[in-house]
């Protein structure tokens, strides 16, 4: 065996110094968060070339224990405190008095949040539909065209069950056809990717739905490249940003989706169970809402798609301190960071001889996750032993028929300790 798991715990070793708060210590609760090093204050300036005392500051806001490495973003992330305060405040608030005016106010927060989405997104918020997460937007497309026999729907056979089956069993009860690419051996850059998906295309394609990143391998597709293929032809596009958004410095303007899905309790560190659902403006009238209901949003398309009942308004209302939170540190520098420690996993593992990268090696070519297979290691093993021993949290894919191994995720949360960063050297 070439690689032991006292080899992947020092390398993936991207927790806190000793002397940050233990999880029993934390367990007590027997002090304030604040004494605890926990804060929701608003940071500091982010500097033009954040140190780790910054990222300390970034890291002083999430609940997690400190020793405590957490790798898995791309599955769930912590919210930010100051979406946790927020949404305790809004309940309680609403909770004292559930009254038809504390409701008006929460409901006028969704427009709030709805403005920093298209702020941040580069697109109008009369685009943006808040919706419950990146499964509910995707499955918004895949219900909503009008599509039948005779017309083609090309899909990635890397996508999400949401983005891919989702398809194909509506597929069987709409009459339409589904084509799905296949999934290279490795990333074959931007015009590979273009050339791929081109290659599907008939003169009956009416929709082609991509990931902008993959959650089985890590690529990072070239969303803009492929978008604009499909415009030349006519062809609709769906790009799930499940992988995407909240962690790259996203600009739908430019990148010119026709739907385009996020979860906010993926990267963006929101509220759970709350997503982010863009419609191009241009394609609005050829999509039609699954769900008739009341309490739509105010403007756009929100108007139709959000009539979705009663909702959970306060934590609706709780989008908004997480948007501004990753606003403050500022989504280009988030990025850097995200994709800095991947990069950093990557260098490293690719000095550990019997460790198979399914994440490319080029960085431009993915964002910040990375696959790979542990050497000779179980993988379901290794990720309970670095989990119960080394406290570091990893995704497994344990029943994946092709790239089996570990997945790890790290974001703008995790540091990188002197002595941690000594050990990788
Ligand atoms: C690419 C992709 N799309 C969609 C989803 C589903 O996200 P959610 O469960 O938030 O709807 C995931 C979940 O991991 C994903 O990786």
């Known amino acids: 065996m070439s690689v032991s798991r006292r080899d992947f715990a020092r390398l993936l070793a991207l927790g806190g110094s000793s002397a940050f708060v233990s999880r029993e210590a934390f367990a007590k609760q027997a002090t304030s968060l604040e004494a605890m090093g926990f804060s929701a204050a608003p940071l500091p300036r982010t500097p033009a070339e954040p140190d780790e005392k910054f990222w300390g500051e970034v890291r002083s806001r999430f609940l997690v224990p400190r020793d405590i490495g957490f790798l898995n973003a791309a599955n769930l992330c912590p919210t930010s405190l100051p979406a946790i305060e927020a949404m305790e405040k809004n309940l309680r608030h609403y909770e004292m008095n559930p009254s038809p005016e504390v409701r008006t106010v929460l409901i006028h927060a969704r427009e709030d949040a709805r403005n920093l989405l298209a702020e941040a997104l580069r697109v109008t918020p009369e685009e943006i539909v808040l919706t419950r997460n990146t499964t509910e937007g995707n499955n918004f497309v895949s219900s909503g065209?009008?599509?039948?026999p005779g017309d083609e729907v090309v899909v990635w056979a890397d996508n999400h069950p949401s983005n891919l089956g989702a398809w194909t069993t509506k597929a069987k009860?709409?009459?339409?056809?589904?084509?799905?690419?296949?999934?290279?051996?490795?990333?074959?850059?931007?015009?590979?990717?273009?050339?791929?998906?081109?290659?599907?295309?008939?003169?009956?394609?009416?929709?082609?739905?991509?990931?902008?990143?993959?959650?089985?391998?890590?690529?990072?597709?070239?969303?803009?490249?492929?978008?604009?293929?499909?415009?030349?032809?006519?062809?609709?596009?769906?790009?799930?940003?499940?992988?995407?958004?909240?962690?790259?410095?996203?600009?739908?303007?430019?990148?010119?989706?026709?739907?385009?899905?996020?979860?906010?309790?993926?990267?963006?560190?929101?509220?759970k169970e709350k997503g982010m659902f863009y419609v191009n403006k241009a394609v609005q009238e050829k999509l039609q809402p699954t769900i008739i209901g009341v309490y739509g949003g105010a403007v756009g398309i929100?108007?139709?798609?959000?009539?979705?009942?009663?909702?959970?308004?306060?934590?609706?209302?709780?989008v908004v301190e997480a948007l501004k939170f990753q606003g403050s540190v500022g989504r280009a520098a988030i990025e850097k960071r995200a994709r800095g420690l991947a990069n950093h996993f990557v260098t490293e593992l690719s000095k550990v001889s019997g460790v198979k990268l399914h994440t490319h090696a080029d960085p431009e070519r993915r964002a910040a996750i990375?696959?790979?297979q542990p050497g000779s290691l179980d993988p379901r093993k290794l990720v309970t032993a670095l989990a119960e021993k080394d406290k570091i949290v990893v995704t497994g894919r344990n029943n994946a028929q092709d790239r089996p191994g570990i997945?790890?995720?790290?974001?703008f949360y995790n540091k990188i300790s002197d002595s941690q960063l000594s050990l990788c050297a």
């Open 370 to 372: 990375v696959i790979l």
């Open 145 to 148: 065209l009008t599509l039948g």
């Open 302 to 318: 929100s108007k139709t798609f959000e009539n979705e009942g009663q909702r959970d308004d306060a934590s609706i209302a709780a």
């Open 173 to 271: 009860r709409f009459g339409f056809s589904v084509v799905t690419v296949p999934v290279p051996p490795t990333h074959p850059g931007t015009q590979g990717y273009v050339d791929l998906f081109a290659k599907a295309f008939t003169l009956r394609t009416k929709l082609v739905a991509i990931s902008h990143v993959s959650s089985n391998s890590g690529d990072l597709l070239p969303a803009k490249e492929i978008c604009q293929m499909a415009r030349e032809r006519n062809v609709l596009s769906l790009v799930d940003g499940a992988q995407a958004f909240g962690i790259l410095d996203l600009d739908l303007g430019t990148i010119k989706p026709d739907f385009y899905t996020g979860s906010m309790h993926k990267w963006p560190c929101g509220p």
């Open 407 to 411: 997945r790890l995720a790290p974001h």
